[in-house]
C-alpha cells in the first residue's frame, strides 16, 4: 500500500487542477454547448429524420454522417452504411451538403480551438503520466479498473424490444439463435447436465441482411440487457482507450449478467495481425484485452457475446478458436420467400393498397439485402406521400425498385431474366455432371442469388467423409465438373459467357498440378516438374524444368482439360431432359437444396 499512496497524490492534484480548468472552460463555453451539443444516434434514426424532412445540414465524412437538425440548434452524428441512393434522398429531404458543419457553424471556433486544444494535450499529457505511475505502483488493479471507468463512454443499453419476428427471413440463423434464448431463460437446464454455452457467437453475412437485428432479437426474446459497441469505436482517441473500453464493457456486462454484449465490426479490432513492425499498437492491446476477457470467465456465467463481420476470412485465428467465437452462424442475402417477407414486414409501418403483389416485388428485387428492401418500401412511401396518394400502390413500389437498383447495379448484379437462365442452367451443370459422374447428391445447395464476392451462383458442394487422398479419377471427375457450367451453356444456348472464368481457373489448377506434382500423366513419371514456394504467402509454385518440357505441359494440360470438357458435354446432352427440369426449378425457386435436387433428378 505504500507504494501507491504516494503516487496516487499527484494524480488527484492533477485532476483537481483539470476540473478547474474545465470549470473555466465549461463556463465561458455554456451557451455553445447547450447549443451544440454532439448527439451519436443509430442510422435508423438517421433515415427516419431524413423521411420526416427534419435535417437542415448535412455532411458526409469518410467515417461517420454529421448533420444538424432543421432549427440548426443540434448535431447529430451516425456511423456510415452502404447505402447507395442516400445522396438521392438526402436531396429529396431537402437537407443542405455543408463541407464542414462544425467549423461553419459557429463563429466561437477560433476562440474554442484555443481552450480545447490545449486541454486535449493537457488529458493526453496527463494519460502518459498517470500510466508511468501505475506503471510504478503495478498491482494495483483497483486503480486500473478507475482509471479505465473514467474514460469509457456508456454503452447503449437497450434491445428496442426487436423480437424475432422482426426479423424476416433468415430462418436457418434464427433457429441457430433460438438456442441462445433458451439457454437464458432456463439456464439451470444447461448447468445441470454441465452443457456450457458457446462464449461467443460470429455473425457473418454482408451488409445490411440484418445482423444487428438478430443480435437485438436474442437479448429481446431473451428479455436481457443488450450491450452494443462497434469495432471501430474501440480504436479512435488515444492509446490505451481501447483496452480500457473493453475491460469496461465486460465489467458492466458481467454485473448485469444474463446480457449479450454485441461488439458490431468486429473485423476493426480482429484483423489478422501482420507482422508489420510497429503495426497497430492501439488494435493489438484491444484485441488482446478482448481475448483476455473471453477467456477469463466461464461459458456458464450469462453473458453471451455476439459479434458481426461482413470479412470473416481477415479475421485473427486467435479470434475464432475454440472457446472464443467457436460458432458461426451465416446471415445471407435473402431469397426470394425471405424478400418478400422482409417487404411485408416492412410494409406493416406503411398504409399500402389493398392489391399490392409483394411476391412480384420480391421477383424484380433479386438480389437485395434486407437493409435495401427496407429502403424500397421507404422509397416507395415518399413516391406516395409525393403523388398525393393515401396508400403506397404496386407502381410505387415496383418504380422505387428501380430507383434503388438504379443506384446499386454496379455493385450489386441484378440479373435480367435472360441472365437468370443462363446462371441457372450453368450450376445445374455443374451439379448434374458431379451427380452423374458420383451417383450421390453433389451439392448441399445452390443459388442463384447473385453474391457481394460477385458471383452470380454457386453450388455448395459437400466433401464425403474425410478426404486426405485423392485419386486420379476422383481429380478428372472434379475437373468434368468445373467444366460442366460451361458445358451447360453450350448444350442449351449454343453460346457461352464470361461466367466461368473461375471454373476455368480452378480446372487449370487441379490439370496442371495431376500433371507437374502428382506424378498423374505416365510420360512424365514420378518426376516433380514444380515446386512450391512461400506455401503460406499465397503458395507461388515456380516450374523446375527445361522450357521444352513446359511446352509439353502446356500441351498435355490443354488436352486433360479438353477430354473433361468433352465428357461433360456427353452427361449433359444424354440428361437434357432433367438438365431443363433442374435449371427451371433452380430459376423458379433461386435456392436448391441437395435433396430437392435429388428428389428430381431421380423421379421416372
Ligand atoms: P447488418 O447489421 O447486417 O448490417 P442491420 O441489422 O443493421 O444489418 O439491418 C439494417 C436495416 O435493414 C434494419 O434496421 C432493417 O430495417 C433492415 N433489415 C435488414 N435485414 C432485415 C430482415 N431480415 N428483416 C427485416 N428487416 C431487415
Ligand atoms: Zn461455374
Known amino acids: 500500500m505504500n507504494e501507491i499512496k504516494p503516487s496516487r497524490r499527484p494524480l488527484i492534484y492533477y485532476y483537481g487542477l483539470m476540473a478547474c480548468i474545465l470549470m473555466v472552460f465549461n463556463f465561458l463555453a455554456m451557451p455553445w454547448l447547450a447549443k451544440r451539443q454532439i448527439i451519436q444516434v443509430d442510422y435508423g434514426t438517421f433515415m427516419e429524420m431524413t423521411e ?11 467515417n461517420q454522417i454529421l448533420f444538424t437538425d432543421k432549427e440548426d440548434t443540434k448535431i447529430y452524428k451516425t456511423g456510415l452504411m452502404n447505402d447507395p441512393d442516400l445522396i438521392y434522398r438526402l436531396k429529396e429531404s431537402g437537407a443542405v451538403f455543408s463541407s464542414e458543419i462544425v467549423e461553419q457553424a459557429s463563429p466561437l471556433l477560433g476562440f474554442l480551438l484555443s481552450w480545447i486544444f490545449p486541454i486535449l494535450i493537457f488529458v493526453g499529457l496527463g494519460q502518459i503520466m498517470s500510466r508511468k505511475l501505475m506503471n510504478k505502483a503495478a498491482g494495483s488493479n483497483s486503480m486500473m479498473f478507475g482509471m479505465g471507468k473514467s474514460n469509457a463512454k456508456v454503452y447503449v ?3 428496442e424490444g426487436i423480437k424475432f419476428t422482426d426479423v424476416a427471413g433468415e430462418d436457418e440463423a434464427k433457429e441457430n439463435l433460438a438456442e441462445i434464448v433458451d439457454y437464458l431463460h432456463t439456464p439451470d437446464k444447461y448447468r445441470e447436465i454441465g452443457a456450457s454455452m458457446p462464449k461467443g457467437i460470429l455473425l457473418v453475412g454482408p451488409p445490411g441482411t440484418g445482423k444487428t437485428m438478430l443480435a437485438k432479437a436474442v437479448a429481446g426474446e431473451a428479455n436481457v440487457p443488450f450491450f452494443s459497441m462497434s469495432g471501430s469505436e474501440f480504436v479512435e482517441m488515444f492509446v490505451g482507450m481501447g483496452a480500457s473500453k473493453v475491460r469496461d464493457l465486460f465489467k458492466q456486462a458481467k454485473e448485469k449478467a444474463p446480457c449479450i454484449v454485441f461488439i458490431d465490426e468486429i473485423d476493426a479490432i480482429g484483423k489478422k495481425r501482420d507482422g508489420h513492425v510497429g503495426g497497430n499498437d492501439e488494435r493489438e492491446q484491444t484485441l488482446n484485452q478482448l481475448l483476455t476477457e473471453m477467456d477469463g470467465f466461464e461459458g456458464n456465467n450469462g453473458v453471451i457475446i455476439l459479434a458481426a463481420t461482413n470479412r470473416p476470412e481477415s479475421l485473427d485465428p486467435a479470434l475464432t478458436r475454440p472457446g472464443r467465437f467457436d460458432r458461426r452462424v451465416p446471415v445471407e442475402l435473402p431469397d426470394l420467400k425471405g424478400r418478400e417477407e422482409i417487404l411485408k414486414v416492412h410494409a406493416k409501418k406503411i398504409r399500402v393498397a389493398d392489391v399490392v403483389d409483394f411476391g412480384q416485388i420480391a421477383r424484380m428485387a433479386s438480389g437485395a439485402s434486407g ?25 410505387d413500389l415496383e418504380e422505387s425498385i428501380e430507383v434503388v437498383i438504379a443506384g446499386y ?23 448434374l455432371v458431379a451427380a452423374k459422374q458420383s451417383h450421390s447428391a453433389p451439392v448441399q445447395k445452390i443459388t442463384i442469388i447473385p453474391r457481394t464476392s460477385g458471383a452470380l451462383g454457386y453450388t455448395m458442394q459437400v466433401e464425403e467423409g474425410n478426404h486426405y487422398l485423392m485419386t486420379k479419377e476422383e481429380i478428372e471427375n472434379k475437373i468434368a465438373t468445373y467444366t460442366g457450367g460451361r458445358a451447360a451453356e453450350e448444350v442449351v444456348f449454343q453460346t457461352i459467357s464470361t461466367g466461368a472464368s473461375n471454373d476455368i481457373e480452378q480446372a487449370t489448377k487441379l490439370a496442371r498440378a495431376m500433371i507437374t506434382r502428382y506424378g498423374m500423366c505416365q510420360d512424365f513419371d514420378m518426376v516433380a516438374l514444380e515446386t512450391v514456394s512461400n506455401q503460406y504467402l499465397g503458395g507461388d509454385s515456380s516450374l523446375a524444368c527445361s522450357p521444352k518440357t513446359q511446352a509439353e505441359i502446356d500441351l498435355r494440360v490443354v488436352e486433360l482439360v479438353k477430354t473433361q470438357h468433352d465428357k461433360a458435354l456427353e452427361i449433359l446432352k444424354e440428361n437434357r431432359e432433367k438438365l431443363d427440369k433442374l435449371a427451371k426449378h433452380l430459376y423458379e425457386k433461386e435456392t436448391i437444396t441437395g435433396e430437392e435436387f435429388m428428389e428430381i433428378l431421380e423421379e421416372a
Open 371 to 395: 437493409a435495401e428492401l427496407a429502403n424500397i418500401v421507404n422509397e416507395a412511401a415518399l413516391r406516395a406521400v409525393r403523388g398525393g396518394r393515401k396508400f403506397v400502390t404496386q407502381s
Open 52 to 62: 420526416k424532412r427534419e435535417i437542415g445540414r448535412v455532411e458526409v465524412q469518410s
Open 157 to 159: 443499453k437497450s434491445s
Open 409 to 431: 447495379q454496379k455493385k450489386h448484379a441484378i440479373l435480367t431474366d435472360k441472365e437468370k437462365w443462363t446462371v441457372a442452367y450453368h450450376e445445374i451443370g455443374h451439379a
